[in-house]
């Protein structure tokens, strides 16, 4: 059974970066879609970006693209999340979710099969 852990989050001042990581374990991350979501305090849960297990990338959110990158590196069955010029609306519980092969549209977000149980970025000075 595949279990995904996040970290890397914490408190940046805006215009910092931060890279948050997924880490799996239980089974190999090679085969699978490995996306990132994010919900903020009383606001609902949004995906920011996600990459196929072809290295097919998108971004959800326009407000992320050109600041946030996503990578994955399967020797360390871990997917990346680089967060650069954060801004306070960059505010939340970020998470990664899991599902074979390719990314979803939005419509699937809720049908991803394995999710983390989150890290909290928080960006304030």
């Known amino acids: 059974q595949l279990q995904l852990a996040e970290s890397g989050g914490g408190l940046v001042q805006p215009g910092g970066s931060l890279r948050l990581s997924c880490v799996g374990s239980?089974?190999?991350?090679?085969?699978?879609?490995i996306a990132w979501f994010r919900q903020a305090q009383g606001q609902e849960r949004e995906g920011v970006s996600c990459i196929s297990y072809t290295n097919d990338i998108e971004y959800y959110t326009d407000s992320v693209k050109g600041r946030f990158s996503i990578s994955r590196d399967n020797a360390k069955n871990t997917v990346y999340l680089q967060m650069n010029s954060l801004k306070p609306e960059d505010t939340a519980v970020y998470y990664c979710?899991?599902?074979?092969?390719?990314?979803?549209?939005?419509?699937?977000?809720?049908?991803?099969?394995?999710w983390g149980k989150g890290t909290l970025v928080t960006v304030s000075s």
């Open positions: 239980g089974e190999t991350l090679e085969h699978l879609a």
């Open positions: 979710a899991a599902q074979l092969y390719y990314c979803p549209n939005h419509y699937g977000f809720n049908a991803m099969d394995y």
